[in-house]
């Protein structure tokens, strides 16, 4: 889909081609592959801070740096990769949230042998994406009960940098929720 008219699109996404790109593509978009999902959880909270735009800029080399976020790989790293992430200068280097993305690695692998990582995700909406309507950007809370549920469980199966702030922002991003602006073609 191509959205001739920029007036139209979600304004968040300004005219950077990468970021119009992400809002048109993959934003909002019903993602359940629980791979994908831990990616970009693990982007969000890497994110924390920061702006979207900086790790979406930055995503080949995290993908790369973390192998593709497979979780069963990084479930066994330690110290030696964590020292070798910090002087990568592709990605964002906070020993926390490096640290974090690893210990996440481990949560994701007990979560999926136990119940799906996508359908524990999916649970806090009902296993539906919640539309929310917004008519501006104004009208688009920064959290909500359902982020606030999904960051308490999360922190209780030993993720971080999982606030109900960037749950909520991944719940968007995973088209959790549709934020999609009622005018935007992309809704």
């Known amino acids: 889909m191509e959205i001739a008219d920029n007036s139209m699109r979600c304004p968040w996404c300004g005219t950077d081609p990468l970021y119009v790109a992400y809002h048109d593509h993959e934003w909002g978009r019903a993602e359940r592959d629980p791979r994908r999902l831990f ?3 693990m982007l969000e909270a890497f994110q924390a801070g920061l702006s979207w735009i900086t790790v979406l800029r930055k995503r080949p080399a995290f ?14 790293w330690g110290e030696d990769e964590v020292a070798r992430l910090l002087q ?6 906070h020993r926390g949230k490096i640290e ?14 136990t119940q799906g990582f996508s359908p524990f995700l999916w649970s806090f909406t009902g296993g539906q994406t919640l539309d929310n ?9 920064a959290q909500t009960p359902q982020s606030l549920a999904m960051s308490k469980a999360l ?3 030993g993720f971080s940098f999982v606030g109900p702030t960037i749950t909520y922002a991944f719940m968007q991003a995973s088209g959790m929720v549709n934020d999609h602006l009622l005018t935007c073609p992309a809704r």
């Open 133 to 141: 309507r917004p008519v501006r950007l104004a009208d688009v809370p």
């Open 88 to 93: 990568d200068p592709g990605i964002i280097r």
């Open 155 to 157: 922190k209780a199966e």
């Open 63 to 76: 993908r790369a740096a973390f192998h593709d976020f497979d979780p069963a790989t990084l479930a066994s």
């Open 100 to 113: 974090g993305t690893l210990k996440a690695a481990r949560a994701f692998l007990r979560i999926e042998g």
């Open 39 to 41: 990616e970009l959880l």
